[in-house]
């Protein structure tokens, strides 16, 4: 049975569960459990790794009641086993399952399906690519938490291929959520080194042991995080594993080491709050700020970077235009990639990419004037709203791929125009000859989607705001194409949430702290937010993050 198929399986596995009062995220959890195990058993790996007594065979051996005991004192015995990375994904785990035919149900469900393809068993990347397949399907399933934030995959794969990881390079995602970036960027370099197996064997252990640091804040979404690299043949440091427990804002930001690349999609959120416990050189109370600062910071010289951000990071005024400044100056901010709408779980949120290398490509070290010139990809005005209706594809940024170059530093020759990408809308009577006629004709590029801005232009007209924009909005004009009604709703609560933010720095700035704390949780308590607060602060903006932030799922 192929993975898919198993993918689909195990998630109608849920429905009775659900019935039960189990949620898509703890089902997620239970399957984490279980599916370790059970990729133990097939890829013959429970000596290296599981205590024996506590494996698979030993859990489905029993049923009922006394399983049901009997798996209760296994997560509790995997969370103390002496194997570090074991014990870290099953440390302080329980399962929500409470009665116990349920779980004789499930793991006998389980233990029925053929985890075979043909004649061939399952490896390790066999069972992280169906793990996967689980994460997304919970993010599709989910519109609050772990599914709103969830980084798409071809979204990933994208941003991937374009900066394209080396083998030896220190590869970082600060805000790692199920860490589908780092996964991502593994997959990326085994399809390039015949699964690694054309590299010394310093180098493939190198790989497997130092070559992906995540960190994340969350400790559910951590455990998922490292079985999903351990399901990967990412293995991490001996004590930590591949994905670090703690807060990016904090003294464990500072203690990831220099990368040579990092990949992330921040939590989303300009709210103040007390988990920005750092000193920064522009001090903000954004946390999508102080995360592009660690970024460029945390960038070895000649690194590179690729970070989703929502539209507030690119015009956000005061510190805001500070912390450009200093990326303009330290980094060559070479690429941005306006995002389509809709294509996260959270209705009303515009995204960018932006690509940046640290320092010149002629001197690596210097810290001022780096940027000359910008190109900016506008993959969102006059674009279908993506979303379950319409899933987004790697297809729709083919255009973008081939337009960004195959220099990873976006040092490929390039030409401004492109007038038509997959997804386009048009307006009456255009189409894209036509109009790559009339920009010729007229020498003039308003409706080309790929154009270049000079570091001049984005100080002297803009101002040092990077939320550059050209196109004429055939939405705003016309009746048949506007957005989804609770994308529109989505969109303007997104703008209220960036007034109020801006509102309570302000109120901070003045020094009435008091106010605004009063006033935060007041909005707090009518939205029933104060409980899921740090929770949802804590999924990325990659992947259940999807997570809902990955990587990044």
Known sequence: MNNNDLVAKLWKLCDNLRDGGVSY??????????????????????????????????????????????????????????????????????????????????????????????E????????????????????????????????????????????????????????????GFLIEADKYIKSNTDNLFDLPDEDQDFQMKKAFVGLELVPETRRLALMNCLLHDIEGHENDGAIRLGNTLGSAGENLPKANVILTNPPFGSASSTNITRTFVHPTGNKQLCFMQHIYDALEPGGRAAVVIPDNVLFEGGKGADIRRDL????????????????????????????????????????????????????????????????????????????????ANGLSAREEGI???????????????????KAHKENSLENARFRKFSRDYIRDQKGDSLDISWLKDLEATSAE?????????????????????????????????DVAEGQKLLVAEAFGLREQEEQVSGFRGGELGAQAQEGEL
């Open 25 to 118: 995220q703890n089902y997620v959890n239970e399957l984490a459990s279980l599916l370790f195990l059970k990729m133990c058993q097939e890829t013959g790996q429970e000596d290296d790794l599981l205590p024996e007594g506590f494996r698979w065979a030993d859990l489905t051996a029993k049923i009922g009641q006394e399983q049901h005991q009997f798996y209760r004192n296994m997560l509790v015995q995997l969370g103390t086993d002496d194997h570090a990375i074991v014990r870290a994904i099953f440390q302080n785990v329980n399962t929500t399952i409470t009665q116990p035919a349920q779980l004789t149900e499930l793991v006998s469900n389980m233990d029925s399906l053929d985890w075979y393809d043909g």
């Open 120 to 179: 061939s068993g399952k490896s390790r990347d066999d069972f992280g690519d169906m793990y996967e397949g689980l994460l997304q399907k919970n993010a599709n399933e989910t519109k609050s938490g772990a599914g709103q934030y969830f980084t798409p995959r071809a979204l990933i794969s994208t941003i991937v291929n374009v900066i394209q990881p080396q083998p030896r390079e220190i590869i970082q995602d600060p805000a790692a959520g199920t860490a």
């Open 328 to 407: 303009m100056d330290k980094c060559n901010l070479h690429t941005i990639l306006r995002l389509p709408t809709g294509i996260f779980y959270a209705a009303g949120v515009k995204t960018n990419v932006l690509f940046f290398q640290k320092g010149t490509p002629e001197n690596p070290n210097q810290d001022k004037d780096c940027t000359k010139e910008t190109w900016v990809f506008d993959l969102r005005t006059n674009m279908n709203t993506f979303g379950k209706r319409r899933p987004l594809t790697e297809k729709h940024f083919d255009v973008f791929v081939n337009a960004y170059g195959s220099d």
């Open 419 to 437: 007038y038509e990408t997959l997804g386009n809308i048009f307006a009456e009577g255009e189409t894209a000859e036509s109009l790559s006629e």
């Open 481 to 513: 194409n506007l957005p989804a009604p609770e994308v529109l709703a989505g969109e303007a609560m997104a703008e209220l949430t960036e007034a109020m933010s801006e509102i309570y720095q302000l109120m901070q700035a003045l020094g009435a702290d």
